[in-house]
């Protein structure tokens, strides 16, 4: 079945400095999803990417979707302590659920 | 518009004993899906509805989990027994349709066996 991958696992850095995290899935998606999880929260959407090669900004946050639809990433830049939290992405399966990578869990140090 | 609502928030039990938990989603939204997330892991589907009907439940242990949603609207997902594996935070979440949409979560229920 379907599989979503996400590196790295951890990432530690000092505010004002960037930040990315990669993910690949094992199949061609329709459409693959971001979501955030802040430290003993839930889930909370970012945003959802569609098109082959798409980016999308929201403020700091850049996201990119693969040329094949098979890969994406997100990027963060000059990074602040209101980012710490778990970032996942999340691609359909055939039933439309979604499958979650294990996410990269990002840590700021002011 | 409220979030989806989750009932209880923590629940500690011993094994072989039976819990149950609720949700209600947000208004409107027709799917609805359990998650069971373990710790330092991501979310991982155990049934989604559409409606009052199950669309995916290939991931849900049948012979000790089990899941309604009556009326199309809340719905209630037990464990009968309990297992030390099973502790981990389950998430409620609905969406207007399948994974074409976003998903909104709610608050989550953790859930300790002993």
Redesign the interface.
């Known amino acids: 079945g379907q599989q979503v991958m996400q590196i790295p696992q951890y990432q530690h850095v000092q505010e004002g400095e960037d930040f990315t995290t990669y993910c690949n899935s094992s199949t061609t998606l329709?459409?693959i999803?971001w979501y955030k999880q802040r430290p003993g929260?839930?889930?909370?959407?970012l945003i959802?990417l569609v098109k082959s090669g798409e980016v999308k900004k929201q403020k700091r946050l850049t996201f990119q979707f693969g040329e094949a639809k098979k890969n994406s990433s997100l990027h963060i830049t000059a990074t602040q302590t209101t980012d710490v939290g778990t970032y996942?992405c999340?691609g359909?399966?055939s039933?439309?659920?979604?499958?979650?990578?294990?996410?990269t869990s990002l840590l700021v140090t002011p | 518009e409220a979030g989806v609502a989750q009932s209880p928030r923590y629940k500690i039990i011993e094994k072989r004993q039976s819990v149950a938990f609720w949700c209600n989603p947000i208004s409107g939204h027709a799917?609805l899906?359990w998650?069971q997330q373990i710790l330092?892991?991501?979310?991982?589907?155990l049934i989604?509805f559409q409606n009052n009907g199950v669309?995916?439940d290939s991931q849900l242990p049948k012979d000790r989990f089990s899941a309604e949603r009556l009326k199309g609207v809340d719905s209630t997902l037990k464990i009968q027994p309990a297992k030390l594996e099973d502790s981990a935070v389950y998430?409620c979440?609905s969406s207007r349709?399948?994974?074409?949409?976003?998903?909104?979560?709610?608050?989550?229920t953790r859930l300790t066996v002993t």
């Not at chain 2, 349709?97 to 989550?108: H, L, R, S």
């Open positions: 329709s459409n999803q929260g839930h889930p909370v959407f959802q996942f999340a359909p399966n039933g439309y659920a979604l499958n979650f990578g294990k996410g | 799917t899906y998650y330092g892991q991501g979310p991982k589907l989604q669309v995916d998430l979440a349709a399948g994974g074409q949409y976003e998903q909104y979560f709610g608050p989550g």
